[in-house]
């Protein structure tokens, strides 16, 4: 058993003369008092990766330099997973006694430490060194390569895929520390820029500095408990190459999983988190773990259906593609809301019901997948 017990989370967007270590600390210093806790009862700790610091031991150089000096130090990297398998490893550690109180912590400067070109270099590595790399293509090559494939089997139109955005980009409007707050419409997604066909600037995340944090606890230190009532993994595919086939994709596996853990369904969630790098990982990602049929997700964001008033609240701070991406700290972005929400302190975003919550993280092109089921307790 194990709980969320504290959250922290900078602002996304620049912050210039800020480095990876600092905004990794701001949003642990948070996480910490959050809990109600000290430095010192903070015996474990798990520390996502950073392309602008790439240290080959990011977590005791963390450590180190927040000034504490755990019993459990591990540093994990699985791409645009790695939140949520952080939260894994943390629950799994607590469960099994390792630890009372795990910092997770992730953050990087990634927005005003690094070149554009640096970012799209380091970022472009994720394909195969010998069939993807030396072709030239980027992340959103491979998801646009995706969508192409999605759009064709399922009559899925990128006025569907700009829905998304749209949803994004109104939840985000009424976070403060969301990197952007103007709302945009289909036709200004359609308009934006082209960035690797069919996918335009508007259908993908940002670039941002910030960082992120929680603690996951054995046990519960405010009035209201955030359990982990079950999680698993999934993994397919490393290379888009040697990709299963759109219907075989990991999603499903891991879903599956995570409901056999918890004893849970899709029908008991009352508050989604779900990873959105592209508006097309959203897409498919939804349809995947049963939150819509296969190519009906844009027609239950036209419904309302995801609106913070809906049936299914998504993202309500917004999501990597309004909220902001930071590497690793982007999607614990998705967690910190999660948590706000169902201890009821989200404020003005603040929805009717979020006893039970699904996230779900993915990393590299829907290569690696986590889903993990939240329940509030008291």
Known sequence: MSFITGVGLTAFGKHEGSSTLDLMSVAAEQAIADAGLKRDEIDG?????????????????????????PSYCHAVQVGGATGMAMTMLAHCIVEGGVARNVLVVGGENRLTGQSRDAS??????????????????TIPAYYGLVASRYMHEYGVTEEDLAEFAVLMRRHAAEHPGAQFHERITVADVMASKPVASPLKLLDCCPVSDGGAAFVVSREPTGAVGVKVRGCAQAHTHQHISA?????????????????????????DVRYAAVYDSFT????????????????????????????RDGVMPLNTHGGLMSYGHCGVGGAMAHMVE???????????????DASIALLHGDGGVLSSHVSMFLERVR
């Open 280 to 307: 097309i990982t959203l897409a498919m990602l939804l349809e995947d773990l049963g939150l819509a049929a296969r190519g009906e997700a844009a027609a239950r964001v036209r419904s309302g259906y995801f609106d």
């Open 45 to 69: 700790l798990v520390c996502g990766y950073a392309t602008t610091m790439p240290h080959i031991m990011l977590a005791t150089v963390f450590a180190e330099h927040f000034g504490i000096r």
């Open 120 to 137: 799209v270099q380091a970022l472009a590595q994720v394909g195969h060194p010998v069939y993807e790399v030396p072709l030239g293509p």
């Open 338 to 352: 999660t948590q706000l929400q169902m201890t009821g302190r989200a404020g003005n975003r603040q929805v009717k």
């Open 243 to 267: 990709a299963p086939a759109l219907s075989e994709f990991g999603a499903e596996i891991a879903i599956a999983r995570a409901k056999a853990d918890s004893g849970l369904s899709i029908a």
